[in-house]
């Protein structure tokens, strides 16, 4: 598992700041391609080092990893104006090879419900429906890798089968909630609208007559 990378449409990215200060929104990456040879190689071997990968940030680390020029790392990309701001829901993070990613937006959420005391797993039926999580498997996937980047071990890796079970039963339960107050809803206007127009009343059908007795 490799923290801090992932991707940006078709652009690789080195995610530096997973946040912006006042705009949580917002995330300060590098465009690892884009770097010159010499600190491309600086930056990827800062970013597989243990203190990158220990680092909940990468510029925490990347602060006093010093590159080849003799400078430190955040501080070379900082001078050349390398770092930009993307949206998180904007970068998918790519901790395994060959493997489905997570939005980081989706990441965040999870890390900061975990420094507030909640259970990640507790809030994975509503990032479902809100953020894009669709699938078991990208459910397990985000709440270990947020762990890994919180430098909180999950209570098992990934959910097991027994609580994604729970969750998927838990949100096909709250969708038949909403569909049958969406039906009650929808049958209320055609009322109402088959009072203010008898045209609109949906017509009966006709039963067939029935046959004679020979």
């Known amino acids: 598992m490799l923290k801090h990378v992932g991707k940006q449409g078709d652009k690789r990215v080195a995610v530096i700041f997973r946040e912006v200060p006042d705009e949580t929104h917002m995330a300060l990456v590098v465009y690892p391609d884009q770097l010159q040879q010499n600190l491309h190689d600086d930056l990827m071997n800062a970013i597989q080092s243990p203190k ?34 993307v949206r998180t829901q904007d970068i998918i993070m790519l901790p395994r090879p060959n493997q489905p990613g997570v939005r980081l937006d989706e990441i965040n959420k999870i890390i900061n419900d975990l420094d507030t005391g909640s259970k990640a ?28 980047i919180a430098g909180k071990p999950s209570d098992s890796g990934v959910l097991s089968d027994s609580v994604l079970a729970e969750k998927l039963v838990e949100q096909a339960n709250q969708m038949k ?13 055609m009322t109402e609208a088959a009072e203010l127009n008898p045209e609109l009343a949906p017509k009966k059908r006709r039963g067939r007559p029935a046959k004679a007795n020979a």
């Not at 797993?121 to 890994?148: S, Y």
């Not at 909630?177 to 206007?189: A, D, G, P």
């Open 177 to 189: 909630v909403q569909m049958q107050s969406l039906e009650n809803e929808i049958n209320r206007l």
């Open 52 to 85: 990158g990968q220990e680092a909940r940030n990468l510029g925490e680390a990347l602060h006093s990893i010093r590159g080849s020029n003799g400078d430190t790392i955040l501080n070379t990309i900082h001078k050349n104006a390398f770092m930009k701001k």
């Open 121 to 148: 797993a507790q809030d994975m039926a509503k990032l479902d429906a809100q953020a894009g999580l669709a699938d078991p498997d990208k459910n397990a996937a985000a709440v270990q890798a947020a762990a890994q």
